[in-house]
């Protein structure tokens, strides 16, 4: 996701993605060629509590992308053609035949379909689906784990001689100068990511 305050731009979701099967690769060509994805050739280190343990540059041999100008431009491409419903919350999905059916708080139903994705809480998803639903049982027992995303704006740049951090063994995971990523606006921006309790810590 991504936010805009005054004259600074903050990616506060998804920091940045990255490519492996042939199939995701293919996917991503066209947005990659219109310029919607680009490459973020970071200068990136690793941080043990407040040491630096590693250090280098993301390159064309693993690329890391980012979305542009903010990482919510890809979802926005991706719905341009699709018919989409806003301001609508839905309340219930059901089965109807094969098919399912979706109810809203009004009590209204935008159609039918042959697949719902739910891409929300577990505990949201719980609440939507049937009693039946194979899978509801696993879904009221998810817990879920609280991260805080701090955003800082700064009228003139900070000297740090690196664009993003990985943080072990403290209480915040992410560091990054989400200024530096392509195409976003000029003035210096900080994203720092709260540490979750028992999270591991990703691949980058």
Not at 28 to 52: C, K, M, V, Y
Not at 113 to 128: E, M, N, S
Not at 147 to 167: I, N, Y
């Amino acid at each position: 996701m991504s936010s805009r305050q005054k004259a600074f731009h903050f990616d506060h979701g998804a920091q940045y993605f990255t490519a492996r099967s042939e199939a995701f690769k293919t996917f991503l060509a066209p947005f990659i060629q219109s310029g919607i994805i680009t490459r973020w050739d970071a200068r990136f280190i690793e941080l043990d509590g407040d040491t630096i343990v590693s250090r280098r540059c993301w390159n064309a041999r693993y690329p890391h992308y980012v979305a542009a100008p903010g990482m919510n431009a890809v979802c926005q491409a991706i719905a341009t053609d699709l018919n989409v419903h806003y301001n609508t919350r839905i309340k219930s999905i059901q089965a109807l035949g094969s098919q399912w059916e979706l109810k809203t708080e009004a009590n209204t139903s935008p159609g039918t379909f042959d697949w719902v994705i739910t891409a929300i809480p577990a505990q949201q998803a719980a609440d939507l689906m049937p009693e039946h639903f194979s899978h509801a049982r696993q879904l009221q027992q998810k817990k879920m784990q609280a991260c805080s995303t701090l955003m800082l704006g700064f009228e003139q740049p900070l000297d740090f001689d690196f664009d993003c951090a990985l943080v072990r063994n403290a209480d915040i995971s992410w560091i990054s100068v989400n200024s530096s990523k392509p195409q976003r606006l000029p003035s210096f921006t900080l994203v720092i990511l709260q540490q979750p309790m028992g999270r591991g810590q990703s691949r980058t």
